[in-house]
């Protein structure tokens, strides 16, 4: 019988909780009222971030704490690693360590159904297909009926049996019971009628049970909260009315239970609170209002529980907490305020909860977070945030949910050892690749200037994005296992901010850039006759223009610190990819413009000049004799044209759906965003080089030509192309596709 008596644990599992290790209170003896005392403030002399070895003057990152090794010596690192703050804690210190009792085989019951299990005065009728309650000797102490057809309780059908302790009555879709069912049980102490078909309950039905400590009704329609409906229950401890229909609760519901410790209201429909609503409940120590309808909790509401230990307003509608609704709630060891609709939190709104140990704020938007809200709460272990950046807010809390964001954890810049190799890899590969080609094209003279003079530009700016992926990886060295002790400094510092503008700076130039190019090399393959494509001159112009654009998109979010926030500081890599729902209106507008707007408009006209291009000069092969017989022409340029827009959807693909699913505020996983930022985000950068410079044919052979031991073998093949990609200037536009074709196969164009 002993797992009756755990009732949290009943009808649903609490995420923080472990009923498993919990026990159940005597039921032989009558429960005492409990009352929290101030005890003595937890006061570490460690420094932030760093919590003590249990009495010795050690101290430890918070890494170290509950990582499964012993690193204190006296395991005081791996104590107290569950947060069995508040309830679970007042539970044990009511009923201490109840040790469970043996029962006997023997019966000591005369009478009872042959359906039903005796043992000693303890009677189980468990899905018995009972139709009322049966005839069984007086000296029953504990009668258990759960799972029958029993549906009304007639008066006094428990009369003759005054020795009743416990009476469980589950299951049973019981519709009615009378007024004086329970007539004559003074020594009931326990009373589980949940999961039934009670939709009223008439005033007095348990006056007799003076002695009745636990009273369970959850799971059944009532729908009215009656104070006089508990006249006489002087001892009732616990109550439960969990998945009711209870509208509204009446003022000073707790006038004829002044012993009332434990209240249960999970799940009903309570639309508001009053300030009398709990003036009589000075006993109480635990109370659970989540899952209902609650709007708006007037500031003295919890003003009269001096005692309570636990509020759980999880769940609710709460759209505003008055600044001071728990400034009386000195005792108060755990506070749970996750998923409401919360539009601020006041910065002394948690200032008097000394005594609080864990602050659940899941699912919750908090857009003016500073340390100072939580610094008063000098007890405070476990802290629950919705984002894990919140937690730098907070760095005397021992536990921090979530522990990362995916890109950082408590103890590094970048939170896995992938990440720190790619990020030095992918830097290596972007800054060498296009300083080696910036270096061969100035080296090297290419028949088109103008063009080259755009790839080394380009080289420029994706090698930005090298130097980006560099201070990142040193950044990452810098604060390698304390990285949660500087991370909100990190992330508000004038490196931090540069070093996003160096990546947005690096990213929008070479995306118009990318796009420039295209429009030009559509240009000469599509309009072959046209005479709109730049000179030298137009074409400085132009990429200095990009610049030009590139610097304002970059520098604008500095403008206006107001109005775009900390545009680049919201996680530890700062890049302004993806962001919560406290983000700024402008910074996300502002982003969204850009990765929605220019960025996806700039990928769909590469994408769709490339197509152009390609169905053009496959056209003119079809046309011309002499290209159908060089195929492998045709599937060269396909391969270029393939391997370019390839590599720039594995680039921004991501990137749109992370913005698309952020603008229907769909949750991203912080390890998405990680790999979007160290990898595929880069992928532009680091195969730009390859793609337009190092794989192109013109390009190798005249590496080759510098090569001694290659030089006769080179300039007799170069020769030879060169007689075959002759252009033949006629009015046919066939002829001069052809050539543009045999070009751009050798990368010339």
Request: glycine letters at 4%; charged letters at 15%.
């Amino acid at each position: 019988m002993a797992a009756e008596l755990k009732p949290r644990c009943l009808h649903f599992s609490k995420r923080h909780h472990d009923c498993s290790q919990q026990t159940s209170p005597s039921l032989g003896q009558p429960v005492t009222d409990f009352a929290l005392t101030e005890g003595s403030t937890i006061t570490p002399s460690c420094q932030k971030g760093y919590f003590p070895c249990g009495n010795l003057t050690k101290c430890l990152p918070r890494a170290f704490h509950c990582d499964g090794v012993d690193d204190c010596g006296n395991s005081a690192d791996e104590e107290n690693c569950g947060d069995t703050s508040g309830w679970t804690t007042i539970f044990g210190t009511v009923h201490g360590n109840a040790k469970n009792v043996a029962l006997t085989q023997e019966c000591f019951l005369n009478q009872y159904p042959q359906r039903c299990d005796c043992k000693e005065t303890e009677l189980e009728c468990v899905d018995a297909d009972l139709l009322s309650v049966p005839t069984v000797s007086s000296n029953v102490t504990l009668l258990s009926l759960k799972k029958n057809k029993i549906h009304s309780l007639p008066d006094k059908v428990f009369v003759k049996y005054t020795e009743l302790k416990k009476i469980f009555l589950q299951h049973n879709c019981i519709k009615h019971i009378s007024r004086k069912a329970f007539f004559g049980l003074y020594k009931l102490q326990i009373l589980y009628l949940n999961h039934n078909c009670l939709s009223t309950l008439r005033p007095g039905v348990f006056k007799d049970l003076h002695q009745l400590t636990w009273l369970i009704l959850d799971d059944n329609p009532y729908n009215e909260f009656q104070p006089r409906l508990f006249t006489g229950l002087n001892s009732l401890f616990f109550l439960s009315m969990v998945n009711n229909h209870l509208e509204a609760l009446p003022e000073k519901m707790c006038a004829h239970t002044p012993q009332l410790n434990w209240m249960d209201l999970e799940g009903n429909r309570i639309t508001y609170l009053t300030n009398s609503s709990f003036l009589s409940c000075n006993s109480l120590t635990v109370l659970f209002l989540p899952r209902n309808q609650i709007d708006f909790v007037p500031e003295k509401t919890f003003s009269s529980l001096k005692n309570l230990g636990e509020l759980d307003l999880s769940n609710n509608l709460i759209m505003e907490l008055p600044p001071h609704v728990f400034k009386d709630l000195k005792l108060l060891q755990k506070l749970n305020l996750s998923s409401n609709p919360l539009l601020y939190l006041h910065k002394n709104q948690f200032e008097s909860l000394k005594q609080l140990q864990s602050l659940d704020l899941e699912r919750i938007e908090i857009p003016n977070i500073s340390t100072q809200m939580f610094q008063p709460m000098k007890n405070l272990s476990h802290i629950y945030f919705k984002n894990f950046r919140y937690c730098s807010y907070a760095p005397h809390v021992r536990i921090c949910i979530p522990s990362t964001d995916g890109i950082s954890s408590f103890e590094d810049l970048l939170a896995n050892n992938i990440l720190r190799i790619f990020v030095w890899v992918v830097a290596f590969i972007t800054c060498f690749g296009n300083l080696f080609v910036i270096g061969m094209r100035s080296f090297i003279k290419a028949e088109n200037t103008t063009h080259a003079m755009s790839i080394k530009i380009l080289c420029c700016a994706d090698c930005l994005m090298g130097v980006y992926l560099f201070f990142v990886g040193f950044s990452d060295l810098k604060y390698r296992g304390q990285y949660h002790k500087y991370a909100l400094l990190w992330m508000e510092s004038l490196q931090c901010r540069l070093l996003g503008f160096l990546a947005m700076l690096s990213t929008e130039v070479s995306v118009l850039l990318l796009t420039y190019l295209t429009l030009e090399k559509f240009l000469v393959v599509v309009f072959p006759f046209s005479n709109i494509r730049p000179g030298k001159r137009q074409a400085s112009i132009i990429l200095t223009c990009i610049w030009i654009v590139g610097f304002l998109i970059a520098a604008i979010p500095f403008w206006n610190e107001d109005y775009f926030g900390n545009f680049y500081g919201k996680n530890g890599v700062c890049f302004p990819l993806y962001y919560d729902q406290t983000e700024d209106i402008g910074s996300k507008g502002y982003s969204l413009g850009i990765f929605l707007g220019v960025n996806l408009l700039a990928f769909l006209i590469i994408v769709s000049c490339y197509i152009t291009m390609f169905c053009s000069i496959q056209k003119t092969a079809l046309q011309t004799s002499e290209v159908r017989n060089h195929i492998g022409g045709e599937v060269a340029v396909a391969n270029r044209f393939f391997f370019i827009v390839f590599s720039d959807a594995i680039c921004w693909i991501p990137v749109f759906v992370v913005k698309i699913l952020s603008l229907f505020q769909v949750e991203i996983p912080g390890t998405i965003t990680s790999w979007i930022v160290i990898f595929f985000l880069p992928v532009n950068s680091a195969l730009n080089p390859i793609l337009y410079t190092l794989t192109t044919s013109f390009f190798k052979d005249k590496l080759k030509q510098l090569l001694p031991k290659h030089r006769r073998k080179s300039v007799f093949k170069t020769k030879k192309k060169s007689l075959s990609v002759s252009i033949v200037w006629t009015d046919d536009s066939s002829s001069l596709k052809l050539g543009v074709l045999n070009k751009i196969t050798l990368g010339t164009v």
